[in-house]
């Protein structure tokens, strides 16, 4: 029995128009940036035509929907999956393992890790783990005992008790973070926010300090007498064909201050 007999018959409709949504696109713009025309692609959205394969990579290519996704259009209209998610230590993942750890061999002395969707921590340089130290050997384990970059900003006992601008850098991040988790239909975040929103205040989770129109706002930490001062740079890969390439995140943390900088090269 193929998948087409198990599609919903709205299934696909709805993921169609749920990432036209997302994505703040009318039916004639996605149209003009897919090279559908408005006739077939309204079509589509009412049910009233099936999409082939060709169609689906089509429209979820101009929409920017993530491989996992893509994935749940392919089902929703009968087709098998396209994408795979390998493990890190797939063979087949090796090239691409091989760059992560290049590029967080070159980012030291400083701070950098490896992050999913869901800002789960994959991999981490030596920089970035003597970082986390600075803050006591237990601290994931007083964030919930899972290595999420989100809980150590967000978890009551994670970086707040440290961070001297924390009523600026907050909000901010807290608000990148569900945009993230919107664009790429991330669920795993959603779910990480909403375990974390129960720490926070209402000005953590909507407001923010004024803060002077820097071109960017670093993270202060100050503990034991110690003082870091950093701001950060994300890589992603551009052309992946597997989920957890196109998942990857590349967090680099630089220095805001000299002092920063001197430390961080004194101690490699």
Not at 26 to 42: C, K
Request: charged share 25%; glycine share 6%.
């Amino acid at each position: 029995m193929s998948l087409q007999t198990f599609a919903s018959n709205d299934a696909f409709p709805a993921l169609l128009k749920t990432w036209r949504s997302k994505r703040r696109l009318s039916q004639l713009e996605l149209a003009l940036q897919s090279g559908v025309s408005q006739r077939h692609l309204s079509f589509l959205e009412s049910g009233r035509a099936k999409p082939s394969r060709t169609m689906i990579m089509q429209l979820s290519e101009s929409l920017e929907v993530p491989l996992r996704e893509r994935n749940d259009w392919l089902v929703a209209a009968g087709f098998a999956p396209m994408f795979r998610a390998r493990p890190l230590d797939d063979p087949q993942m090796a090239q691409i393992m091989s760059a992560v750890r290049m590029m967080l061999k070159n980012a030291e002395p400083y701070p950098a890790l490896a992050i999913d969707r869901a800002w789960n921590i994959r991999l981490t340089n030596n920089a970035f783990d003597m970082l986390g130290a600075m803050l006591g050997e237990d601290i994931w384990t007083r964030v919930g005992g899972e290595r999420n970059l989100m809980r150590l900003f967000f978890h009551p006992n994670g970086l707040k008790p440290f961070m001297t601008n924390w009523a600026t850098v907050a909000p901010l991040l807290w608000h990148r973070a569900q945009r993230e988790a919107e664009a790429l239909g991330g669920a795993e975040m959603k779910a990480v926010l909403t375990d974390l929103a129960q720490y926070q205040d209402a000005e953590t989770l909507w407001g923010a300090e004024d803060a002077a129109l820097v071109p960017v706002l670093p993270c202060t930490i100050e503990k034991d007498g110690a003082r870091v001062s950093f701001f950060t740079v994300i890589a992603t890969f551009g052309t992946a064909q597997d989920i957890t390439a196109d998942e990857l995140r590349i967090e680099s943390f630089f220095p805001a201050d000299d002092a920063t900088e001197k430390l961080f090269k004194g101690l490699a």
